[in-house]
Nanobody
Framework: QVQLVESGGGSVQAGGSLTLSCAAS????????MGWFRQAPGKEREGVAA???????AYADSVRGRFTISQDSAKKTLYLIMNSLKPEDTAMYYC?????????????????????RGQGTQVTVSS
């Protein structure tokens, strides 16, 4: 059974950094897409960053240049390195994963619709 568990959220001041981790247990697939999406109160879910099994990445315009997605396949762990955080980055961040899938740039906008997801980790950025 696949389980995704996020960690690393917290409270930081604007301009600060956080690194989120997502541990994927039961994950045995070699062709996959994984990513992070977020949801702030009263707002729709937003795909933030995505990566595929070949290492291709995609980012939302709102975070490009500030966030970096990476993976450690041996540890089955996904990361989201967040720099230059802004108050508008405040949200619950979720890890998502799918077996196979479309090009990573397409998966970025679709990850909330199917596949696996974790329980989320809260990120709060104060001004």
């Amino acid at each position: 059974q696949v389980q995704l568990v996020e960690s690393g959220g917290g409270s930081v001041q604007a301009g600060g950094s956080l690194t989120l981790s997502c541990a994927a247990s039961g994950w045995t697939y070699s062709n996959y897409r994984m990513g992070w999406f977020r949801q702030a109160p009263g707002k729709e879910r937003e795909g933030v960053a995505a990566i595929d099994s070949d290492g291709n990445t995609a980012y939302a315009d709102s975070v490009r240049g500030r966030f970096t997605i990476s993976q450690d396949s041996a540890k089955k762990t996904l990361y989201l390195i967040m720099n230059s955080l802004k108050p508008e980055d405040t949200a619950m961040y979720y890890c998502a994963a799918a077996v196979g899938g479309p090009p990573v740039a397409v998966y970025l906008s679709q990850m909330t619709a199917y596949g696996y997801r974790g329980q989320g980790t809260q990120v709060t950025v104060s001004s």
